[in-house]
């Protein structure tokens, strides 16, 4: 198992001087917001405050999406009224850019770009479906939701938050 830097030093003070994690490192990126950087910040900060340090919104009239945590492995936000937990390190704000998703046309190219040789595209049919059984079949339990198979999906599908469901659904 590997941990971090910042877990590594969580685990020393918790154990040295049983200190909770109260703060931590913190970055805010992407085109959306005049200023990015990263903080020290306590645990429970809201992101409106940090986005206001960054100097607020480039292009305010512009839709923007939200994602915590890292661009492969984050999962996306409907608002910033987020606060900074002990597990987040960062909030990626971008401008929307509206693509258009089209319907699968089966190039398997979520399969091939899988890193743990999983099936998206037939986990997303079985959820779209309602069929547990595939799901489980089909061992949805082992992605570690890195986001190459939306990545890769040359329909833009976000497939991966379809691998999200289909885990929840099987929970
Ligand atoms: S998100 Fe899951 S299903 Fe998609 S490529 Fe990564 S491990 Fe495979
Ligand atoms: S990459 Fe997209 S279009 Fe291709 S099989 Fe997978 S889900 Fe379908």
Redesign the pocket.
């Known amino acids: 198992m590997n941990f971090n830097v910042a877990t590594v030093v969580g685990i020393y003070k918790a154990i040295k001087y049983n200190l909770p994690v109260v703060k931590r490192n913190f970055t805010l990126t992407g085109d959306g917001i005049k200023l990015p950087q990263n903080f020290r910040v306590r645990v429970g900060t809201p992101v409106t405050e940090l986005i206001d340090l960054c100097g607020g919104y480039t292009d305010p009239d512009v839709d923007k999406v939200f994602i915590m945590g890292g661009p492969m492995m984050g999962a996306s936000l409907v608002r910033d009224d987020a606060i900074v937990t002990k597990t987040c390190t960062s909030v990626i704000i971008l401008n929307h850019m509206p693509q258009r998703e089209e319907p699968c046309v089966r190039c398997a190219s979520?399969v091939y770009?899988?890193?743990?040789g999983?099936q998206?595209v037939a986990i997303m049919n079985a959820y779209k479906a309602g069929d547990v059984d595939a799901i489980k079949g089909l061992n949805a339990k082992r992605?570690?939701?890195?986001?190459?198979?939306s990545y890769s999906c040359t329909s833009k599908i976000p497939?991966?938050e379809f691998?999200r469901k289909a885990k929840r659904m099987i929970k």
């Open positions: 979520c770009s899988c890193p743990v999983l998206p992605c570690i939701e890195c986001g190459l198979c497939v991966t691998m």
